[in-house]
């Protein structure tokens, strides 16, 4: 099993931002931290070994940045407008319908952990984007809500949902 550590909360942690067709970016809560991935041994992830991330330092309102079996996992910690927003919005007006609730585990919905690769063709979208506050994909304009729905674009289905498990109220495991 390949341990995750938190990132040390200094500003050389958080240095990954998501990147794109987009310019320079003002507001600090675009930045999507990339948690440091302290066990080198990356062929190990590479193979699909799961990976544990601890959730303590992911602020509310932050999204982050993983990488699992050379995928990125974008984990948000939603605000409590943010879980509002992705359970009011009528499944009818939804492209590929699927409540919040089917997209988080119980008793975390604060919680949304999504496969960064966008549906239509595998760009990787920009986080705290677009009109719907979840992602925005740069390449071809699909936007994603704060369940990581799509919500308007090329883009047929949903962000996947990895496989995941909650090893406690402040750990998960990927894969
Ligand atoms: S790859 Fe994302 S909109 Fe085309």
Not at 9 to 15: E, M, S
Not at 80 to 87: D, G, Q, T
Not at 134 to 149: E, I, K, L, N, V
Request: net charge negative; hydrophobic share 40%; aromatic share 6%.
């Amino acid at each position: 099993m390949t341990t995750i550590a938190a990132a040390e909360p200094t500003r050389r942690d958080f240095l990954f931002v998501a990147t794109g067709a987009v310019g320079a970016i003002g507001a600090a809560a675009t930045l999507v931290p990339l948690i440091a991935q302290m066990n080198p041994d990356a062929s190990t992830i590479a193979a699909g070994a799961p990976i544990e991330v601890d959730l303590t330092p992911i602020a509310e309102g932050q999204i982050v940045k993983v990488f699992w079996r050379g995928k990125p996992i974008y984990i948000s910690h939603r605000t409590k407008k943010e879980i509002e927003e992705a359970e009011d919005v009528p499944l009818s007006s939804l492209p590929d319908p699927q409540p919040d609730k089917d997209r988080v585990k119980p008793g975390h919905d604060q919680w949304l952990v999504v496969i960064g690769i966008c549906t239509h063709l595998g760009c990787i979208p920009l986080a705290h984007q677009g009109d719907y506050g979840g992602w925005f994909c740069p390449c071809h304009g699909s936007q994603y809500d704060t369940s990581g729905r799509i919500r308007r674009g090329p883009a047929p289905a949903n962000l996947a949902l990895p496989p995941y498990a909650f090893l406690s109220d402040s750990k998960i495991q990927i894969g």
